[in-house]
């Protein structure tokens, strides 16, 4: 295990690494998106992916990297962050800290969707008021769904209305996220379909 001195040494190592991954058109765009990191060298994904892979899990590592108020440091955190260590106390305060759709979406599908407890979060998520964690909610039932995961009938009741509630919602990539979420849950079966048809109909959408 590293002392503070080693891992912070590491971390200005890695911000070192991401120069060399710079593009400034597309942290350029991001910004005129209103993306507006601290820091943001516009990495790809797929370099940060290389970079992650190089470093391994490394729950100290992660937690060092995701306080940096750098685009490419959360990112690589939620990479690198081994989804058995976390615990439930410290994903609520990623989730608290998490400063863009894009971050949201990276945590939800490179680390929440894998965290032991993840239905029981993505459930708490989608009946917030927040649109980041109705996003993370979203996106993380989609690929459990998407994985057969079914939910008992307390859950499908629960999710159900709030889909429905986020489809007339305001935020255009919660309503995706939402509507991903609703395929993916109608493909369960024939069953989850018929639920599912008929709550839309139920807010005059007809998407099947």
Known sequence: MLNNEE???RVKEIKRSFRIMMDGVASQSMRDKGLNYHVNWGASVPMLKQKAAELGKDYDLAIA???ENVRECKILATMIMPADRILPEVVDIWME?????????MA???LYQHLPFA???AYQWIA???????LCGFHVL??????????????INEF???AMAALQGSSMAVRKAALACVMRFADLGLVYERLAKSAMKRINLDVF
């Open 7 to 9: 891992l912070n040494e």
């Open 97 to 105: 800290q998490t400063p863009s759709q894009e971050i949201a979406e």
């Open 119 to 121: 239905a029981e979060k």
């Open 128 to 134: 917030s008021p927040d649109d980041i964690r109705q």
């Open 65 to 67: 990297l995701w306080k």
């Open 142 to 155: 989609s690929r459990l769904f998407g994985r057969g995961q079914e939910p008992n009938e307390r859950g």
């Open 160 to 162: 159900l209305d709030q």
């Open 108 to 110: 939800s599908f490179n």
